[in-house]
């Protein structure tokens, strides 16, 4: 008797872990498509979201259907773990789209960041 009342409650349990399992897949799917860029964006570390917004106003028809690609290959499984700016860069370039960062070159000195400019302004003083 005592057995049965047990099985009786890991039925219950995982009935009702079944339950909820179901209850937000429903959620889930009444939610509706998610957002292409979310999905992409929760992936991107570091510089990888000013890669993305760069090539979207650098060539703005293009980069919504990449992000539309990557985001479905995302939400499938297939491409996991985080994107940082260097791969995203390196694939847009794969595809034939240039896209160009602006690059500052800076200089520690004395504790202090100066550019290149404020470097040689100060030498030739």
């Known amino acids: 008797m ?14 009702e872990a079944m339950q909820k399992r179901l209850m937000t897949s429903k959620r889930k799917k009444e939610m509706g498509p998610e957002n292409p ?10 510089r990888g979201l000013e ?3 760069v090539a979207e106003q650098q060539y703005p ?11 479905k290959q995302i939400s499938r499984g297939q491409l996991n773990g985080p994107i940082n700016g260097e791969q995203l860069l390196w694939f847009f370039r794969r595809l034939g789209l240039d896209v160009r960062l602006k690059t500052r070159i800076r200089i520690l000195e004395h504790g202090e960041l100066k550019t290149i400019e ?3 302004k100060t030498k030739l003083r």
């Open 2 to 15: 005592v057995e049965d009342s047990e099985l009786e409650k890991l039925k219950r349990r995982r009935l």
């Open 118 to 120: 404020e470097k040689l």
């Open 37 to 46: 860029r979310e999905v992409l964006s929760r992936v991107l570390i570091g």
């Open 61 to 71: 028809k293009i980069t919504p259907k990449v992000v539309e690609a990557l985001a």
């Open 51 to 53: 890669v993305l917004g």
